[in-house]
């Protein structure tokens, strides 16, 4: 007997936990289907993690439109979903004339946009403001903010849960058929039915498109490298710094202080077509070095901790060869399906408000009873390391776990490794651990906590050592023994 949902949701990204978590607000049963083990694999665990403004797409567009609302209500979204966030403002550099002229068309496109309290600053001003940055013109712009892309998706997630959600982890869907006014959905894990299909596939959104009858696309992608420099180096800068747009209004490499007190320089931009390609370089590197240095002197390469490359779709538009706004689409001619394709950045910033629009499409056609139980908001795991003393004492007080440290770069307790292994959407990869609480993500990158990870998934969650995953199926830790365990 197959599973009966109201509304099925392809894809656990930002964006589909986002639609989730709003559609739950209302009396569906409500299924995400994500093929990997965990939120936040794809798109939304691969980028800079701003709370964008809105300055850098044109006024009008859908776009424009859902980052504005986005990054104005985010201080309410982060107090509900316990996300840490900082509105710390961004700065857009300019150097020499040709770019002042650039950053000036900018500067009006901002206050087209309506963007609150943007300035020109000489390059003195700037310094003033941000010591170690460089340029000879800016723009500031107060309203931009950071995050950490997976602290927000999971939060998206487990409140979605907590509120009624079904996440169905490793269920690839492989086929969609409507018959009797019930969409069947094949998956690698069986068959279930829905009433209503959301397409927020990201990357492979394009290929559910075309199954749904709402059109082909073809999956042109952007890959991005970053480079993550350490903490030692994260009190020099306060704010992002971005160049000024190109003459084709593309950025390029900038700057980008993260919530955890990192920088992240990236991402380059490099067109791969319809490939998926997540490989780090060598001659990225070298390139990210030589630009981060340009807008921010502490770019050094005894900084460099890790390097990583995120892949963006891009929905062309093919008679021009433009890039295509936010789609949010349904038509008469397809029952109950929504298709949202074309999302990258500020998808982040944008996800509630897509969400929003998502539910009211529904809306229009299902006339859903409010769910009077709904509840806003998610507690996440309390960080040891940014209590007080005598908070830690409290803590350890309470919960002796919180004594063993089991990340010492990043000061996480085996208390919190513990919660996150029990976090309600039953996630048990090494990856899942590593977003929920940090471990593995200081300078030695998981060289001390790793194996003592691994080995608390298989105490507390009953798993055999060759079961343990690092994100993906198949991705295993360990294939067998390196030397015969002998007892003591």
Known sequence: MSRQFDVAIIGGGVIGSAVARELSRYKLSICV????????????????????????????????????????????VAEELDVPFRRCGKFIVAFGEEEKKRLVSFYHRGIENEI????????????????????DHAIYIPSAGILCPFTYTIALAENAAMNGVTYLFGSEVTGLAYKEKNYEIRTDQGILMARWIVNCAGLYAYKFSAM????????????????????????ELSRPIYPTPNEYGAFDVHVTPTIDG??????????????????????????????GKELFSYTKRE???????????????PESDEELDFQIQTKESIPCA?????????????????????????????????????????????????????????????????????????????AEIKQAMHNILGVSTVSGIKYRTRATMGRCQGGYCETRIASLLQEELGKDKKEIVLNKKDAYMFTGEVKPYEEA
């Open 338 to 414: 929504v298709n949202v394709v074309g999302i990258n950045s500020p998808g982040l910033t944008s996800a509630l408000p897509i969400a929003r629009r998502v539910a009211e499409k529904i809306k229009e056609r299902e006339k859903p009873a409010v769910n009077r139980a709904y509840d806003p908001k998610r507690k996440g795991i309390v960080r040891f390391g940014a209590q007080s003393e005598e908070g830690k004492r409290r803590l350890i007080e309470e919960d002796a776990d919180y004594g063993e440290i089991y990340c010492r770069c990043e000061c996480v307790t085996k």
């Open 303 to 317: 900084y460099y901790i890790r390097n990583y490359a995120g892949v963006f779709p891009s929905l062309k538009n």
């Open 262 to 291: 990192n920088i992240l320089v990236g991402p380059t931009i490099e067109n791969i077509g319809s490939g998926i390609d997540y490989d780090a370089t060598e001659g990225m590197i070298r390139h990210l070095g030589e630009k």
């Open 212 to 235: 749904l009858g709402f059109g082909e696309y073809k999956p042109d992608r952007v890959k991005g490298e970053y480079l993550i420099l350490d903490k030692h180096v994260g009190s």
């Open 33 to 76: 289907l994500e093929k990997e083990l965990d939120v936040c694999n794809g798109v939304s665990g691969h980028n800079t993690g701003l709370l964008h403004s809105g300055i850098l797409h044109k006024a009008g567009t859908l776009r424009t439109e859902c980052c504005k609302e986005g990054n104005a209500e985010f201080e309410r």
């Open 116 to 135: 609150p309290g943007i300035t020109m600053l000489t390059g003195e001003e700037l310094r003033e403001k941000e010591p170690n940055a460089k340029g």
